[in-house]
């Protein structure tokens, strides 16, 4: 097996060569597998890759999160090599020339990772919470979504494995013994601070979206548009106009579908 320092040179020098033209985004299926939290990141993979103008197919794979070097969707193949999640992906494009924020300063670079950090740390959280932890959606929605890509008795095992996961994550969050209410709260902390940092501005930095405004895309674009038995999430999110606006513009400048929002 490579050392780290080989897998590290031979992605620099990888990451030199020009974007190939047949790379592929694999995630789980959209209509019958994928999970919120998971559509969203992979939502906001496709959103940062049409900003930075870069070609790519989407191939469903029913087991593509064991497929992934991190265990986590979507990663990309581009030419010999497989990077995955959002921040991987984008640190692999920097590498190749192409940058979103390559004229904000010092300052704000870092206020971009750190709001970044924050939707990382309380909307994927609470979307993880809804979907393995709420008990209701998880028996109507999150047991039959996972578990439809296995037979009869794998998809309970798969099941159950993976809740496993979800809850020692949450337990070391300290978000497991949450209610309902707290979690909510916490979105709506998150929301508002995002829709300050916003302040009617087209975008989050300058007059141009950053990975920052994909990652918020992914997130509350899918929170808007999933069917759930709770709508919660959805209607802290329509609380703040300048989000909804910010989804909306995305939306239509790079996926041209821009009926979804309207309803």
């Given at each position: 097996m490579p050392s780290p320092l080989i897998d590290t040179i031979s992605i620099e020098l990888g990451a030199q060569e020009p974007w190939p033209k047949d790379v592929k985004l694999f995630q789980p299926y959209e209509v019958e597998q994928?999970?919120?939290?998971?559509?969203?990141?992979?939502?906001?993979?496709?959103?940062?890759?049409?900003?930075?103008?870069?070609?790519?197919?989407?191939?469903?794979?029913?087991?593509?999160?064991?497929?992934?070097?991190?265990?986590?969707?979507?990663?990309?193949?581009?030419?010999?090599?497989?990077?995955?999640?959002?921040?991987?992906?984008?640190?692999?494009?920097?590498?190749k020339g192409i940058s979103l924020t390559d004229k904000l300063d010092d300052e704000q670079k870092s206020n971009l990772r750190a709001y970044m950090t924050l939707v990382r740390n309380v909307i994927e959280i609470a979307?993880?919470?809804?979907?393995?932890?709420?008990?209701?959606?998880?028996?109507?929605?999150?047991?039959?979504?996972?578990?439809?890509?296995?037979?009869?008795?794998?998809?309970?095992?798969?099941?159950?494995?993976?809740?496993?996961?979800?809850?020692?994550?949450?337990?070391?969050?300290?978000?497991?013994?949450?209610?309902?209410?707290?979690?909510?709260?916490?979105?709506?902390?998150?929301?508002?601070?995002?829709?300050?940092?916003?302040?009617?501005?087209a975008y989050f930095f300058m007059d141009s979206p950053t990975e920052l405004d994909a990652l918020v895309f992914g997130h509350l674009f899918t929170i808007l548009t999933t069917p759930l038995t709770r709508n919660d999430l959805a209607e802290i999110v329509r609380r703040y106009p300048s989000l909804i606006d910010l989804v909306k513009k995305i939306e239509i400048k790079y996926f041209k579908k821009d009926d979804k929002l309207q309803k």
């Open positions: 994928i999970l919120l939290p998971d559509n969203a990141n992979c939502l906001a993979v496709q959103a940062f890759l049409k900003m930075c103008n870069l070609s790519f197919q989407v191939e469903p794979r029913a087991n593509a999160e064991a497929m992934s070097p991190t265990g986590k969707v979507p990663f990309i193949k581009a030419g010999l090599f497989v990077i995955a999640e959002l921040e991987g992906i984008v640190q692999f494009v920097n590498r979307e993880l919470y809804i979907c393995w932890i709420d008990k209701e959606t998880y028996d109507e929605v999150t047991s039959i979504r996972h578990g439809s890509v296995h037979p009869w008795p794998l998809n309970h095992f798969q099941n159950r494995e993976k809740k496993k996961q979800i809850v020692k994550k949450l337990k070391l969050l300290d978000w497991y013994n949450k209610n309902l209410y707290e979690v909510h709260q916490e979105v709506e902390l998150c929301c508002k601070a995002l829709s300050d940092r916003l302040d009617n501005k």
